[in-house]
């Protein structure tokens, strides 16, 4: 008895879980980084919900995708792709960089 009222909460949680994920479902935005710089330098997302950010490095040469604002720092190697969740973010601006190529690889958020 007590196994099956353990089950079946165990079932109306998942369920909770799963309306729960469809509900926040983060939205996905991309960036490419291509010879040393990030496309597009600018890049306007929704305030006030998860976000996705697939960043693409294009290059042969490792980048790191860094940004103090967002609290956020992920190495990316060559030809290859990395996720990186935010938000939900204020409005605002929010600049990031590629750490190793800092000269051109420089860009900025903008939550709406
Ligand atoms: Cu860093």
Same mark, same amino acid.
């Given at each position: 008895?007590?196994?099956r @009222?353990?089950? !079946?909460?165990?079932?109306?949680?998942?369920?909770?879980?799963?309306? !729960?994920?469809?509900?926040?479902?983060? *939205?996905?935005?991309?960036?490419v980084?291509?010879?040393?710089?990030?496309?597009?330098?600018?890049? *306007?997302?929704?305030? !006030?919900?998860?976000?996705?950010?697939?960043?693409?490095?294009?290059?042969? @040469?490792? *980048?790191?995708?860094?940004?103090?604002?967002?609290?956020? *720092?992920?190495?990316?190697?060559?030809?290859?792709?990395? @996720?990186?969740?935010?938000?939900?973010?204020?409005?605002? @601006?929010?600049?990031?960089?590629?750490?190793?190529?800092?000269?051109?690889?420089?860009?900025?958020?903008?939550?709406?």
């Amino acid at each position: 008895m007590q196994n099956r @009222t353990y089950s !079946g909460r165990l079932i109306a949680l998942s369920m909770l879980l799963m309306v !729960g994920g469809s509900v926040s479902a983060a *939205e996905t935005y991309t960036l490419v980084i291509r010879e040393h710089r990030f496309e597009p330098a600018e890049l *306007e997302l929704p305030a !006030g919900q998860k976000i996705k950010l697939i960043v693409k490095n294009e290059d042969p @040469t490792p *980048e790191e995708f860094e940004s103090h604002s967002l609290k956020r *720092e992920k190495i990316i190697p060559g030809k290859s792709q990395a @996720t990186v969740s935010i938000g939900p973010l204020d409005p605002g @601006t929010y600049d990031f960089f590629g750490e190793f190529h800092e000269e051109s690889a420089k860009g900025r958020i903008v939550a709406k």
